[in-house]
């Protein structure tokens, strides 16, 4: 078995650097805590009157002295071990007890929830530093007595975050599933619900604990946590605050000490739940950039400007790192979009269509994404050389994009026709009301029913065709000479399609924009484009117009292609199937991608790398014996 090689908590943890010192520093003062009874210290509470208050660096005591001769260096030590002793043991309690709270009451709903809730909001409208100090003052002063107050004062917090989690899973359809099938109440509560709502406790308990230790030094530094002689980082702090000016080690060094526990115990929280957010682990826990990292060597920027077509791509190359793997998503793409031409980009999904658009603009995420080759040129410029600001002024300017997902690419916030006129508003100098009549008058235009009462409504109040009228009309509001359209009518019936490539095209036509149009079928393809390029495995393997490459493909994996598309009147009662799958992007082969699928496969396919060679006629594929080409 393949061992995944997508990194592992601890790997993405300690790629956190700042998180993974918060972890060093924290498990430095806990390991030398902990070893306190071994190291050769002297007893924290022996008194020496004759050498009290002595500075750091004193012979026999390398932090000083206090007022009555103890060793300061054995007092912190023991007094750290006592402050993440009780900081942990509080965490510990106040999140098994708040976390049942919260998930009984999420789970149970109705009556539970609100005698429960009702309970937590009492405690909760008390200030928690108050309310810990009358619980102390009610059960005397004592180190035992602060945990517990500490611990009571932190359940509302656990049973609040606890609580909302657990609400929102109990509706979901799994939960559901889970009755159906005759679990109980309580099987569901630990198998369905608490598996999923732990990293939520786990986060909550990290971001807690430094709370805990300082709410535990600041109780000892009232006089109502360690009594004496015992020593903790507080009451050390509380005995130091009348000597800060003549002997201010006494009260510095304990403070520093709980500024590096808490500081470090509020790092590792933030690192846990950056490694417990599943939209962080592609190997990286930065956020994607706000446009793609470019990492090309010099030797691979040319001087070709291609300025007679709309848009030219050149060698296009786009990784994903995930881990220790490469991912060649794009591997050497290249085409010509013309004036006012559409080119149909085809293939299998994950052939590297999408991320081939979205290279354009350099919208593919980063991390993991990189541009590491190529260059896409613009009237006579290298849009992978411009800057961001650059960038987003072409955003949905010149260049337009349509998402295939209408319901996830608009807002759903915001009405269709205020995000109509922002998109609006975002290049052109227009009020708000004039972007709203311009936002109304492109609805009416993408043939929207009722536009100027339909602009008011929110996403999910329309159907997907209408939403995606609205992308479309978003993708011309500002006069694009290109648009990108990304699988736009896949998720739409066969009705709704046709009227959303008929508009798509009709504004074309009318605009004279170039449009790149993304799909995985054939009939859309035969309905709008002029030229179509097949893409396999990150490349281009066959390209030209449309009606010859849909009647005359030329490469292998065009025909079986062709051959999947199902046929009225052709009688067949089962659809042929391309065999096998396509090869794994970070382990492709070095010849001929398609080989191992490929009915017509020779060993020369395997050999070397195999480039686009032209058939005449404007028409290229990539294949050592394409199926057909034109006469000399």
């Known amino acids: 078995m393949t061992r995944s090689s997508r990194p592992s908590a601890w790997t993405l943890f300690r790629h956190n650097h700042i ?44 932090l000083g002295t206090d007022h009555l001769g103890r060793d300061l260096l054995s007092r912190l030590i023991w007094g750290a071990r006592v402050s993440i002793a009780v900081g942990l043991s509080a965490t510990l309690i106040a999140s098994v007890i708040g976390s049942a709270l919260g998930l009984v009451a999420g789970f149970a709903g109705g009556r539970t929830d609100n005698v429960l809730m ?84 786990v986060i909550t308990m990290s971001t807690t604990l430094g709370w805990m230790i300082l709410e535990t030094a600041g109780l000892s530094f009232l006089g109502l946590g360690a009594q004496p002689p015992q020593a903790d980082l507080g009451s050390m702090l509380g005995e130091g605050r009348k000597l800060l000016f003549t002997a201010p080690h006494v009260s510095v060094i304990p403070g520093l000490m709980i500024f590096a526990l808490v500081m ?40 070709d400007t291609k300025s007679q077509n709309a848009l030219a791509v050149c060698n296009l190359y786009t990784e994903f790192q995930v881990g220790t793997d490469i991912y060649k998503a794009v591997n050497g793409v290249s085409f010509e979009l013309g004036k006012g031409e559409c080119l149909g980009l085809v293939g299998e999904s994950g052939s590297g269509k999408s991320v081939t658009a979205m290279s354009l ?48 690419s608009l807002h759903p916030l915001f009405s269709v026709g205020a995000q109509v006129a922002e998109a609006i508003q975002a290049h052109q100098p227009y009020s708000h009301a004039e972007a709203w009549r311009a936002a109304v008058t492109l609805l009416e235009q993408v043939r929207l029913p009722n536009a100027a009462s339909k602009a008011h409504s929110y996403p999910h109040e329309l159907s997907g065709g209408m939403r995606q009228r609205v992308c479309i009309a978003m993708a011309l509001a500002n006069h694009p000479h290109i648009i990108v359209a990304d699988e736009p009518t896949t998720a ?18 009318q605009s004279g924009a170039a449009l790149l149009f993304i799909t995985h079928d054939f009939g ?6 002029d030229r179509v390029a097949v893409m396999y495995a990150g490349r281009i393997v066959e390209v030209g117009a449309a009606w010859e490459v849909l009647n005359r493909p030329a490469h292998p994996y065009t025909r079986l292609l062709i051959d999947c598309v199902p046929i009225p009147g052709r009688g067949q009662h089962r659809l042929p199937a391309i065999p096998g799958s396509p090869p794994a992007l970070n382990n492709l082969p070095v010849g001929c991608a398609f ?31 394409p199926l057909w080409k034109a006469d000399p």
């Open 19 to 62: 998180a993974f010192f918060g972890l060093c520093l924290f498990l430095f003062v806990a390991v030398i805590a902990l070893a306190a009874p071994l190291l050769p210290l002297s007893a924290p509470n022996d008194t020496a009157p004759a050498e009290r208050l002595l500075r750091p660096l004193s012979e026999g005591h390398l």
């Open 361 to 408: 603009l350099r919208l593919a995420p980063t991390p993991p994404g990189r541009i590491v080759g190529g260059q896409v040129w613009r009237s006579g410029e290298d849009l992978l050389s411009f800057p961001l600001h650059r960038i987003q002024a072409l955003r949905g300017g010149k260049i337009a994009y349509i998402f295939q997902d209408p319901l996830s």
């Open 524 to 529: 859309v393809v035969s309905e709008i484009c």
């Open 264 to 303: 470090s115990v509020n790092l590792i929280g933030d690192g846990v739940r950056d490694v417990l957010d599943p939209k962080l682990k592609s190997g990286s826990l930065t956020r994607p950039a706000a446009m793609t990292e470019i990492q090309r060597a010099p030797n691979q920027i040319s001087s």
């Open 595 to 625: 080989a191992e699928r490929c009915p017509f496969e020779e060993d020369d396919c395997r050999n070397n790398d195999i480039g686009l060679r032209s058939l005449g006629d404007h028409r290229f594929a990539r294949c050592i014996k």
């Open 118 to 201: 009702r309970g937590v909001d009492m405690l909760m409208a008390f200030p928690y530093i108050l309310l810990a100090l009358a619980i102390v003052a009610a059960l005397g002063p004592g180190l035992s007595n602060a945990l517990y107050a500490i611990a009571l004062v932190n359940i509302p917090f656990f049973a609040r975050n606890i609580r909302g989690v657990a609400l929102s899973l109990t509706r979901r359809d799994f939960v559901d599933a889970a009755r159906l099938s005759g679990k109980g109440p309580v099987r569901i509560l630990l198998t369905e619900i608490l598996p999923n709502v732990a990293p939520v406790i």
């Open 492 to 509: 739409l019936d066969v009705t709704v399609q046709a009227q959303v490539l008929k508009l798509m095209n009709q504004q074309r036509t």
